[in-house]
């Protein structure tokens, strides 16, 4: 790896993991996501520092080039944080749902059903 990319990708990961605490603190951004970002952050630091562990686990997945892994990685991570979203938001639905229909039987109760 030259060494502008080596110094761009610390920066990087760096601005990422500091980003991260910082939304934490101004609770921008929950705990239970947090490790999931910082985890992120820490794996692109690893493979810089540690640029012959990305370059085993190239040659362990038959790719020819180290920016192939990267690629395939990123595209794993999107695919597995939009499944836990879409997971998330599913079951944010059925909780609506749930209150919607609770709302309705209060009202209904109340004999408030136009409000």
């Known amino acids: 790896m030259l060494f502008r990319q080596k110094i761009f990708a610390i920066t990087a990961a760096l601005f990422l993991l500091v980003l991260i605490f910082e ?12 490790w999931l970002w910082l985890l992120t952050g820490v794996s692109i630091l690893v493979l810089t520092l540690w640029y ?6 190239t040659s362990a997945i038959g790719a020819k080039v180290a920016t192939t892994t990267l690629f395939i990685a990123a595209v794993m991570y999107l695919i597995l944080i939009t499944l836990h979203f879409s997971v998330r938001i599913s ?16 009202k209904a109760e109340k004999g408030d059903i136009h409000n």
């Open 52 to 57: 012959d562990l990305l370059l085993m686990l």
């Open 23 to 34: 939304l934490v603190r101004r609770r921008k951004l929950k705990e239970e996501y947090s």
């Open 91 to 106: 079951s944010l639905s059925d909780q609506v749902k749930k209150l919607v229909q609770e709302l309705a039987i209060l």
